[in-house]
């Protein structure tokens, strides 16, 4: 079929391709498919792409997969999006992956997410964040996640922010650690805040801070309490 003819095709005709039928779709046939019909694909279809079909995929076609479509791929799929494709994503879109799918995403693909895509991500996908993926975010991604967001990383990932991303940290994000959050934090991590950051820590933070904890702030953070 050209593409002509394959653009022609319904999206009830669409829906009833068999993953052997979808199979036999070249890239250049998948490319000229509409978002409409990209999005009355079975969930099954997209993901038995392959990952030339994936890359044929273009902005639009992504932007038109539904979110049960999204649900249901698997690491090895979403391994197969391109950076371009990752953040032609929308909220909605980045909301239906799931937390492992996110923690799949390579550092090339997580540099791809916009700030706005990163405010998305919900206390599930957070929590199912390793230390490399905490690594992989940069410090504008870190900055933009609410204050919700920061409480649900766990502790040792707050432990695994590097300096750069630790100053990136509002004084309201600082607030919102756990008291476990904050004793995960070295020396160096501690004597990095900003006493910006340190001003913003609570009373209930400050309590829960033990000896060896409020012995690595510096005479100039204690002074900014």
């Known amino acids: 079929m050209t593409t002509t003819q394959v653009g022609g095709l319904t999206t009830t005709q669409v829906r009833g391709l068999s993953t052997t039928d979808f199979g036999e779709l070249t890239s250049t046939q998948i490319g000229a498919l ?3 019909q990209v999005g009355a694909l079975s969930a099954t279809n997209v993901s038995s792409l392959d990952a030339t079909q994936t890359a044929a995929l273009t902005t639009t076609q992504v932007k038109g997969l539904a979110t049960t479509q999204l649900s249901a791929l698997s690491t090895t799929d979403i391994g197969e999006f391109t950076a371009t494709q990752v953040g032609a994503l929308s909220n909605a879109q980045i909301g239906a992956l799931t937390a492992t799918n996110i ?11 916009s700030t706005t895509q990163v405010k998305e991500l919900s206390v599930t996908q957070l929590k199912g964040l390793s230390t490399t993926d905490i690594d992989e975010l940069a410090d504008t991604q870190i900055a933009a996640l609410a204050t919700t967001q920061i409480a ?9 922010l590097d ?12 607030g919102s650690l756990s008291a476990t959050s904050l004793s995960t ?7 990095s805040l900003t006493t910006t950051q340190v001003g913003g820590l609570t009373t ?13 702030l510096t005479s100039t953070q204690i002074g900014a309490l």
């Open 34 to 36: 509409s978002a409409a």
């Open 103 to 113: 923690s799949a995403l390579d550092a090339t693909q997580t540099a791809a997410l």
């Open 152 to 160: 649900a990383l766990t502790s040792t990932n707050i432990g695994a």
């Open 163 to 174: 300096s750069t991303q630790l100053g990136a940290l509002t004084a309201a994000q600082i």
């Open 185 to 191: 934090l070295d020396a160096t991590q501690t004597g």
């Open 204 to 216: 209930t933070q400050l309590k829960s801070l033990s000896t060896t904890d409020f012995g690595e």
